[in-house]
């Protein structure tokens, strides 16, 4: 998830997805889509199903 919506390479929008996060609050999902991850040795990584929300402070990346 992010709020940095430059950083996608595609990005579709979403109506209607919701995130729950801490203190009982909800931010809305904007849209959906990849992203390019250059690691510090130039190394570049595609990135798909990455969140777009507006509102969101931080970015969560979580890779199983």
Do not use: A, R
Request: proline fraction near 2%; avoid cysteine; charge should be negative.
């Amino acid at each position: 998830m992010t709020s940095y919506e430059d950083w996608f390479h595609t990005n579709e929008p979403i109506l209607g997805g919701l995130v729950f996060i801490g203190n009982n609050y909800t931010l809305e999902i904007i849209g959906i889509g990849t992203i390019k991850l250059k690691m510090h040795d130039g190394s570049i990584y595609n990135i798909q199903y990455v969140q777009y929300i507006k509102w969101l402070h931080k970015n969560l990346l979580s890779l199983g």
